[in-house]
């Protein structure tokens, strides 16, 4: 099978900002994205500063910050130009379309203001998108779908994970790819990415699975690893942050030779 480079598939793309993660992963030479789970603005932004150069994306839960003020999602905005990575809002958005909306351009966080990229769930069926896709397209925004989760016993089922691939498709112009376990298509405009990645724990007490970068990216062919525990908990999260760049590039690269 011939694989194509990120650079390649950015070209089968019509999203801007699907365009941009393709190239931005091999001019930049990582395929890591942080999962920076941490509850203070200040502990936030450090991290983001000093790991910010080993990664294409910086995923937040900015709903659990305890101190969070407009100022950080300006300051995380000057932190993604300084270091050049996406700002991912994991926000798992889940309502009908109506609601969406509002959640995304307003409340507290204002998301669609400084998240280049959101997520959500297909449950509601399509008006979700269409309603996330009404604020997010002006703004040249983009959508993750999920597809799959990483958690034990999820209800996750191929059935679903077939459908929110429609969806995906009929909203092409909105949404540039997958929060999946895997690659989920064929079609090379998808951009995958996967959670529930370290290299020392198979699991936590809560259900979470782990696989390895070199399993995520070699056997389920996905793009982006995301990490957390694996790089927060480590003694030295950028040392750590290195070694999942490191480990996920080299599978990239030997995804390409074969
Ligand atoms: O299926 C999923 C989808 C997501 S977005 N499983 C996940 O774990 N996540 C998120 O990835 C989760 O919300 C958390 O922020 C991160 C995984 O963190 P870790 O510490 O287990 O690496």
Redesign the pocket.
């Known amino acids: 099978m011939i694989r194509l480079s990120y650079t390649q598939r950015a070209d089968t793309c019509s999203n801007r900002l699907a365009k941009k993660i393709f190239h931005l992963l091999d001019e930049k030479k990582t395929n890591l994205a942080l999962?920076a789970?941490v509850t203070s603005a200040e502990k936030l932004l450090a991290l983001s500063d000093q790991l910010g150069p080993e990664i294409c994306v910086l995923?937040t839960?900015i709903d659990i910050l305890h101190d969070y003020t407009p100022a950080v999602s300006i300051e995380l905005q000057a932190l993604a130009k300084k270091h050049q990575f996406i700002l991912f809002e994991?926000r798992?958005f889940a309502d009908i379309g109506h609601t969406v909306k509002q959640q995304y351009q307003g409340g507290m966080y204002q998301i669609a203001n400084w998240a280049h990229l959101i997520?959500a769930h297909t449950l509601p069926g399509p008006g979700i998108i269409a309603g996330l896709a009404e604020i997010g397209l002006p703004k040249e925004r983009g959508l993750l779908l999920?597809a799959?989760?990483?958690?034990a016993e999820?209800l996750f089922t191929p059935e679903y994970t077939a459908k929110t691939l429609e969806m995906a498709e009929l909203f092409s112009d909105f949404v540039i790819g997958f929060?999946s376990?895997g690659k989920i298509s064929a079609d090379p405009r998808w951009i995958y990415m996967t959670?529930?990645?370290?290299l020392s724990a198979e699991k936590?007490t809560l259900g979470?699975q782990?696989m390895t970068p070199h399993k995520a990216i070699q056997e389920h062919h996905t793009d982006i690893i995301?990490?957390?525990?694996?790089i927060?908990q480590a003694d030295n999260p950028l040392v750590a942050a290195k070694k999942y760049r490191e480990a996920g590039w080299r599978a990239y690269a030997e995804n390409l030779k074969n």
Not at 195 to 198: A, D, E, F, H, T
């Open positions: 999962s789970d995923k839960h994991d798992k997520n999920l799959e989760m990483s958690s999820n929060i376990q959670p529930g990645v370290q936590d979470q782990y995301i990490v957390g525990r694996g927060l």
